[in-house]
């Protein structure tokens, strides 16, 4: 396999989940969440350059199909968990959040059986950027007195678009659960 730039950029978004974990956590207060922060806006930004070089250049490649949503998920489900363990978030929003992405992960493998492709969506776009902006902002804490109304909001949004987006998946792809 060749290890093209897209693929190394999907590689290096996994290796900073454990650096990113490692500053969360070992790190002293207040730095520890900015260092972290920058590490996962970093993560964030290899996922979009990865995907945009991958097709610009034609190197999209089976490693890529498989590593990149995985990545993905990896690097979100790290934060949220990270989240739910600094009290930042209430658990049962990262519960709805890795619900819907294991079940839309379990309904890809079944369309990939089937030899369906499933088309990603605008509200999955919608979904990431929302999740992605939330836990920066929530991670951050900044001090502002409007900030825990913002924080709110994205959260509540996070989760509006994560079950709009697992809906509109299945629903558009229900010809999956035919087989």
Same mark, same amino acid.
């Given at each position: *396999?060749?290890? %093209?730039?897209? %693929?190394?950029?999907?590689?290096?978004?996994?290796?900073?989940?454990?650096?990113?974990?490692?500053?969360?956590?070992?790190?002293?207060?207040?730095?520890?969440?900015?260092?972290?922060?920058?590490?996962?806006?970093?993560?964030?930004?290899?996922?979009?350059?990865?995907?945009?070089? &991958?097709?610009?250049?034609? *190197?999209?490649? %089976?490693?890529?199909?498989?590593?990149?949503?995985?990545?993905?998920?990896?690097?979100?489900?790290? &934060?949220?968990?990270?989240?739910?363990?600094?009290?930042?978030?209430?658990?049962?929003?990262?519960?709805?959040?890795?619900?819907?992405?294991?079940?839309?992960?379990?309904?890809?493998?079944?369309?990939?059986?089937?030899?369906?492709?499933?088309?990603?969506?605008?509200?999955?776009?919608?979904?990431?950027?929302?999740?992605?902006?939330?836990?920066?902002?929530?991670?951050?804490?900044?001090?502002?007195?409007?900030?825990?109304?913002?924080?709110?909001?994205?959260?509540?949004?996070?989760?509006?678009?994560?079950?709009?987006?697992?809906?509109?998946?299945?629903?558009? %792809?229900?010809?999956?659960?035919?087989?």
């Amino acid at each position: *396999m060749e290890m %093209n730039l897209p %693929n190394k950029l999907t590689l290096m978004r996994v290796v900073l989940i454990p650096i990113f974990l490692l500053v969360l956590f070992l790190m002293q207060e207040p730095y520890n969440r900015y260092i972290a922060t920058v590490i996962f806006v970093v993560a964030s930004i290899t996922d979009f350059l990865d995907g945009h070089i &991958a097709r610009k250049y034609n *190197m999209v490649s %089976n490693f890529g199909k498989f590593m990149d949503p995985l990545a993905d998920k990896l690097l979100v489900m790290a &934060a949220l968990v990270s989240m739910v363990a600094l009290e930042d978030l209430q658990a049962w929003v990262v519960i709805v959040i890795l619900a819907r992405e294991f079940a839309i992960t379990g309904f890809r493998t079944l369309a990939m059986e089937a030899n369906i492709v499933m088309a990603a969506s605008w509200w999955g776009k919608i979904k990431t950027t929302t999740q992605m902006i939330m836990i920066i902002l929530v991670l951050l804490q900044l001090p502002f007195a409007f900030m825990p109304m913002v924080e709110t909001v994205l959260v509540a949004l996070a989760v509006l678009f994560t079950v709009v987006s697992g809906v509109d998946y299945i629903v558009k %792809n229900k010809q999956v659960l035919k087989g």
